[in-house]
C-alpha cells in the first residue's frame, strides 16, 4: 500500500532529501512536498505548489534509485495522481526536461498530455504536460 504524507513546515529535512536526489539543482525549493511511502518503506517524494484553487503543480519527483523501475514508477506515480485528487486537485500540471524521455514516457502513460513547450532563459528546453484528475 503507497502512502503520501505531507510535510509542512520542515523545509531543511525536505532540502536534504531535494539535494540529496536532485544535487545539480538546488533551486526551486517548494511551498509543498510529500514524502512517498509504500508498505511503511520510504521510496521518494513528490513537490510543488498549487497553481490556482483545483490544480497542484509539480515541480519535482523524486524515486529512490533502489526502486526507478518502470513498472514501479508508473505504479507510484499513479498513487501520487489518486492521493492528490483525493485532497482536492482537479488537475496537475508540470514541465518536463525535452531530453528526460523516460519522465516523459511515464507523464503519458499515466495519463498527462502534452500542453506546449517552453525554452528557459538558459536555452534548455520543457514541454508542459497536464493531466485532469
Known amino acids: 500500500m503507497i502512502n503520501l504524507v505531507r510535510e509542512i513546515g520542515n ?14 539543482n538546488k ?6 512536498y510529500y514524502k512517498v511511502y509504500e508498505n511503511g518503506e520510504y521510496k521518494g517524494f513528490v513537490s510543488g505548489y498549487l497553481h490556482d484553487l483545483i490544480t ?12 526507478k523501475g518502470k513498472k514501479q514508477s508508473e505504479g507510484l506515480a499513479n498513487a ?6 483525493k ?7 508540470g514541465t518536463v526536461e525535452t531530453n528526460n524521455i523516460p519522465t516523459i514516457i511515464v507523464a503519458l502513460k ?4 502534452i500542453n506546449g513547450f517552453r525554452v528557459d532563459t538558459g536555452g534548455k528546453q ?6 485532469e484528475l
Open 87 to 93: 485532497e482536492g486537485f482537479k488537475f496537475l500540471m
Open 126 to 131: 520543457y514541454v508542459e504536460i497536464i493531466k
Open 11 to 24: 523545509q531543511e529535512e525536505y532540502e536534504t532529501i531535494h539535494n540529496r536526489i536532485f544535487s545539480e
Open 80 to 85: 501520487i495522481w489518486e492521493h492528490l485528487k
Open 110 to 113: 499515466t495519463g498527462f498530455i
Open 56 to 67: 497542484f503543480y509539480i515541480q519535482r519527483i523524486g524515486i529512490v534509485d533502489l526502486f
Open 27 to 32: 533551486t526551486h525549493i517548494p511551498a509543498i
